[in-house]
């Protein structure tokens, strides 16, 4: 049996209304990558794009070629989607449109009048979306970001360390969703950062890089400064609160393993 053809859109409505992307604004989306390595690769076709980094979507041909339609975004994005999909399904009436990321929590019976399936977990939740749609079999072994797909960069480079929040402050759209703060095995933070190759700065997308237990952070600092001394990157950076800074230690930490930024 072929493969089933997969096409991951990370949609976004530009608010200076530009047709030509922002591939040199930081940071940059990798949804798409990081959906997309949760797929075994042998058992998948997949195609990736971003509204973001390339401008708006209009490839009509990769539509036609689709059978499952991924769309992702940030909340302003949900219009963008529904654009999206239209086009989709005049072109490509048989195939099947799935959305996710954080409209899909906050707009659940909305989403579901326009999309096929509404997504509300977290990355890994596109196994089974896939495994729904094609039948069983489609999880990859060590789910591995597929930067690959996407345009490359020997500039910068983005991974992830951790997935949500540790604070819950009632101003953050994030936080107000309530999900639990969790820090990355190190083995998965390492495969990040190898595959991507050299990169002069690896930019770190967490919401909080300084949350969770006091040892994760050491730890983390420990195998960042293993590979900064290999030559894996020319240096890091990410975002902290401000509680990062109450400990000088903190920044010398950080300056040994190769950081050369933080905001």
Request: proline share 6%; with cysteine; glycine share 8%.
């Amino acid at each position: 049996m072929p493969n089933p053809r997969i096409l991951i859109l990370n949609c976004y409505s530009d608010n200076h209304r530009s047709a030509r992307g922002t591939p040199w604004i930081m940071p940059q989306s990798i949804a798409p990558a990081m959906l997309a390595g949760m797929l075994d690769p042998a058992r998948v076709d997949i195609r990736l794009a971003c509204e973001f980094r390339s401008g708006p979507f209009e490839d009509l041909g990769a539509l036609q070629w689709a059978e499952l339609l991924v769309l992702t975004g940030l909340n302003p994005a949900f219009d963008r989607m529904k654009q999206v999909t239209a086009y989709a399904r005049t072109v490509n009436p048989g195939i099947v449109v799935a959305m996710g990321g954080p409209l899909a929590r906050m707009l659940p019976k909305l989403s579901r009048r326009y999309f096929d399936y509404v997504c509300s977990d977290d990355v890994e939740q596109v196994v089974a979306l896939v495994d729904a749609v094609f039948g069983p079999g489609h999880a990859a072994e060590i789910p591995i970001p597929r930067h690959d797909l996407l345009p490359g960069s020997r500039i910068i480079g983005y991974a992830e360390a951790s997935r949500n929040c540790n604070f819950h402050c009632n101003f953050c759209s994030m936080t107000a969703e309530g999900r639990e703060f969790m820090s990355y095995d190190l083995d998965d933070v390492r495969r990040q950062i190898e595959v991507l190759g050299y990169r002069q700065c690896v930019m770190f997308l967490d919401q909080n890089f300084f949350g969770g237990p006091r040892a994760h952070f050491k730890a983390r600092m420990a195998l960042l400064k293993e590979l900064y001394e290999q030559r894996k990157f020319g240096g890091w950076a990410a975002l902290v609160t401000a509680d990062f800074f109450t400990n000088a230690d903190n920044l010398s930490l950080a300056r040994a393993a190769g950081c050369i930024g933080f905001f």
